[in-house]
DNA sequence: GATAAGTATGTATAAATAGTCGGTCAAGGG
DNA sequence: CCCTTGACCGACTATTTATACATACTTATC
């Protein structure tokens, strides 16, 4: 299709999602059936499932707030989540030692961090909380067992032999 | 029921919702049933039900991305919604008059943008656009028939007698 | 013209989320 | 002890949102 065709076909919707956003911005829309009836009241004849697709391309989420829940724009981007222990560890770490409940943890520089932040969301019942520097990391567990089980899983995580 | 007692009760929910908090940031949460199996490999086993309330305690969205939904927690407080028209004008609504597809309404110092805005969100055929400065906004009409009945409207909106 | 390809959107329905109701538990009278 | 109250939460159900599929329309290509 040419981009002079795509243009008048996208006008309409183009003009419809600016219609959304106004609407958004100065209504409390708290469902697509609402924001349905307030367009109409604009002139827009639509489906809620046009809204539902809509709202997903202009990135506009329902939030929750006292007075129950409302549409609004997000900043576009969300944070990326943070990756996961078993992609972070086979890169920046080092080696791993333990007394007692405890355990050190070494890895490469600026590597304690994000890993520390990754082990505190796994939320190993083994572990009871972690300390992290710049290339260590101090885990405390819950008993020598639970220590020498998290020490065990985190070397597999890490790709270590044995 | 006494305060120690609600702590003992609430402890569980805090310390969920604690964990709730941390798998959102940790992982790529896309539904609550999902929500709901991260949560139980760290031992918690509640269902649906009670992340949808805890969900909406934590101010947390299910918003849209271009990899899909995610759940993110939002900054608290979403901005209110702007308050319609009809509550508007007859707080702030000074005067108005026209000349060719022009109308200009005068409105209390400040009242400007707040009106201006809400002109926007309603989204009138007639209206072109408008420009709001501190207490003047001028109003660009389609035609001279489109002035007259904005202006009309808005004197009846803001309780101008007849 | 016939055919194919891409976009948009409605219909019907699946999936996801929210709300209602009832049961449980802890506390605090009487 | 027994009743009431309030918070919590599960089962069930209602509401809301997302998707699969079909269709219409536009343009490109042969």
Redesign the pocket.
């Known amino acids: 299709?040419?981009w002079?065709?795509?243009l008048?076909?996208?006008a309409?919707?183009r003009e419809?999602q600016n219609a959304i956003l106004e609407t958004i911005e100065t209504h409390a829309v708290?469902?697509?059936?609402?924001l349905r009836k307030l367009l109409l009241r604009r002139g827009w004849?639509?489906?809620?499932?046009?809204?539902?697709?809509?709202?997903?391309e202009l990135r506009i989420a329902?939030v929750?707030t006292s007075e129950?829940?409302r549409?609004a724009v997000t900043d576009g981007h969300i944070e990326e989540a943070r990756v996961a222990l078993d992609t972070l560890l086979p890169q920046l770490f080092m080696r791993i030692d333990g007394v007692s409940e405890m355990a050190v943890l070494r890895t490469v520089p600026g590597g304690a961090q994000p890993i520390a932040s990754a082990l505190d969301g796994e939320g190993w019942p083994d572990i009871l909380g972690t300390v992290g520097g710049d290339d260590t990391i101090l885990i405390i567990c819950r008993s020598v067992q639970a220590r020498e089980r998290a020490v065990r899983k985190i070397k597999s995580l890490a790709g270590e032999p044995g």
Chains 1, 2 share one sequence.
């Open positions: 299709m040419s002079e065709g795509y008048l076909l996208m309409n919707k419809r708290v469902s697509q059936e609402d004849d639509v489906t809620q499932a046009t809204l539902s697709r809509d709202l997903r329902r929750p129950g829940a549409y």
